[in-house]
């Protein structure tokens, strides 16, 4: 009678509501040590609770900017293989391919309901390539690169909207956002799992923040790491909502959370001439801030306003060293991961087949990834050969194969590290072990590249794309056409 009565409790549970609810929450800009769990001053005490309660990634590389790192983790694809190099600009009349399948359409045939807050970031001017039209029941937020948290524009255009929609919602983004997460999670099916993607945009620029959350750091004698910090922070109390309204659901056992950034912190790390930087710097100290001419500006702030922390790792954002590629990593699903940390390789790519396999028990989709599901390593402590990863940057590209990383400047010169052993890319093997440049060169050479999807950047020094600031054009919800 007991075996009766098992059977037929266990004939009654949904099939859909034993597949795990998924989050994937997505920083944006969020330097290495940016955050509690890798030893910062600034206060992240809901992503160390998760950091603590789960495993950190100690070893997850992102692509060096925000578009590239958004395609890879839709598609499992490389940014390469795509035509995703670089972030896309407002007037990019293409996105990121329409013959790939995105992640939300897959758990899609698997039962799921789909919902974006936050950035998308790839591809604003046609409808096809919106989120709405690319698996997401449900878009809020902006579709271009960064948008002012207070005033939501974007270029000149206002840039917030719900699901096509312009929504002239008042209030400060990361709080914004937030609500719209508890609103997915409360509002839901309660009859089928579902899949949210948190893109927030903390701690991108502007430098912005409440007032409250940047009188926490005080103590921080520059103000565009005060703010910054302060940006963490707001980002920090928008996960602990979240986290708190699964709570109050009942369903934090049943979900999963997956936390990234999405490149490494933006710093004056120097990339372009030196040059440029006595030219910017000279007209900052000859006019104050804004200098004139609004592409000058937009380099300006893209060049010092930065305030992130990579330490211990060389470069930031828009660079292919460690500082630029290595994120702080969380994932975390009480119960069924213990909160050992990996410090195995893995990769942006790698996340949607290993999200796939956590989701459905297999990684397959019918479509061509370039990672691997990594789930047996990350849930059954499984020895898994990472798959290769190669990115690309303002300073060149760069291959991981093994414990080895190749990097191909822009001048051709090639550089080699072991980068499991030598994290600060302090010493370089290449005139040693010409043998490994040999083999990993040809590897790299013989990555896949498909057609460019950016526009030219004469185009973006015409019309930049700068971050808040007056409105001054059509609404960007307005501009897609069919």
């Known amino acids: 009678m007991r075996f009766i009565l098992i059977f037929l409790i266990a004939l009654s549970v949904s099939p859909a509501l034993a597949k795990p609810n998924i989050i994937v929450i997505l920083a944006d800009d969020l330097g290495w040590r940016d955050v509690g769990f890798n030893g910062s001053e600034i206060k992240t005490p809901n992503l160390d609770r998760l950091a603590a309660t789960g495993k950190r990634l100690t070893r997850f590389y992102a692509h060096p900017t925000c578009s590239p790192t958004r395609a890879s983790l839709l598609t499992g694809q490389s940014a390469l293989r795509l035509g995703v190099t670089r972030p896309y600009s407002k007037l990019n009349p293409n996105g990121l391919p329409l013959d790939r399948k995105l992640l939300p359409e897959f758990l899609k045939q698997h039962g799921y309901q789909t919902a974006l807050a936050g950035k998308w970031h790839l591809g604003p001017r046609k409808k096809a390539h919106l989120p709405n039209a690319r698996g997401f029941d449900s878009f809020y937020g902006h579709l271009t690169g960064g ?3 207070w005033d939501h524009v974007h270029g000149g255009h206002y840039d917030w909207q719900r699901d096509g929609i312009t929504a002239r919602d008042e209030g400060y983004t990361t709080q914004l956002l937030a609500a719209e997460a508890v609103r997915v999670v409360r509002n839901r099916n309660k009859e089928k799992p579902f899949f949210l993607y948190l893109a927030l945009g903390a701690p991108h620029l502007p430098n912005e923040a409440p007032a409250e959350a940047l009188a926490q750091y005080a103590h921080i004698a520059s103000g565009k790491r005060r703010a910054h910090a302060a940006m963490v922070s707001e980002m920090d109390v928008a996960i602990g909502k979240l986290m708190d309204e699964l709570d109050a659901q009942g369903i934090r056992e049943d979900t999963l959370i997956f936390f990234m950034s999405d490149n490494g912190g933006l710093t004056e790390h120097r990339l372009l001439p030196n040059f440029a930087y006595h030219l910017i710097g000279g007209l900052e100290s000859l006019f104050g801030t804004p200098i004139p001419g609004r592409f000058l500006e937009f380099m300006r702030t893209n060049m010092f306003d930065g305030a992130a922390d990579n330490g211990p790792l060389r470069g930031g954002k828009n660079s292919v060293l460690e500082g630029g590629i290595r994120v702080p990593a969380i994932i975390n699903w009480p119960g069924k991961l213990t909160d050992a940390d990996y410090d195995g390789r893995l990769h942006v790519t790698d996340l949607l087949p290993t999200l796939m396999e956590a989701a459905t028990g297999s990684a397959k989709t019918g479509q061509l990834t370039d990672g691997k599901s990594m789930w ?14 190669v990115t690309m940057g303002m300073d060149g590209k760069a291959l991981f194969s093994g414990r080895w990383k190749l990097i191909e400047r822009n001048n051709g010169a090639l550089q080699l590290y072991d980068i499991k052993q030598d994290e600060t890319e302090s010493r370089d093997l290449a005139s ?10 040809a590897l790299l050479t013989s990555s896949p590249i498909g057609p460019s999807t950016s526009i030219p950047l004469w185009r973006v020094m015409l019309d930049p794309d700068e971050f808040g600031g007056a409105e001054r054009k059509a609404p960007m919800a307005d501009l897609a056409v069919d």
């Open 432 to 441: 040693e072990r010409s043998d490994v440049v040999e083999r990993l060169h």
């Open 147 to 149: 948008v002012g948290y």
């Open 376 to 389: 047996s390593a990350l849930a059954e402590a499984r020895e898994i050969v990472p798959s290769d990863f």
